[in-house]
């Protein structure tokens, strides 16, 4: 089964794995729900799982670090 891009941004909607995206220089450059919102930005989320796992070092000379949902809100800028 293969699933349309429509499909895949809808079950991805309902889950919520955190990262942010740092660069060589170690600064924080973006910050993605899950991997899939992180594809629209020209990154693979096959590629970020296996830096966030640990499998790979970066991707697209970039690394990826899990964070809490509570940082998540705070770098998009929703407060609990």
């Given amino acids: 089964m293969t699933w349309s891009k429509e499909s895949r941004e809808k079950q991805s909607n309902r889950f919520i794995n955190p990262f942010k995206v740092i660069d060589y220089r170690g600064e924080v450059i973006a910050v993605y729900k899950n991997s899939v919102q992180a594809e629209k930005d020209g ?7 296996q830096v966030l796992n640990g499998r ?3 991707h697209r000379g ?4 899990r964070i809490s949902v509570d ?3 705070e770098y998009i800028g929703i407060s609990n």
């Fill in 43 to 49: 990154f693979q989320s096959n590629a970020i799982r």
């Fill in 56 to 58: 790979a070092r970066t």
């Fill in 62 to 65: 970039f690394t990826f670090e």
């Fill in 71 to 73: 940082e998540y809100l």
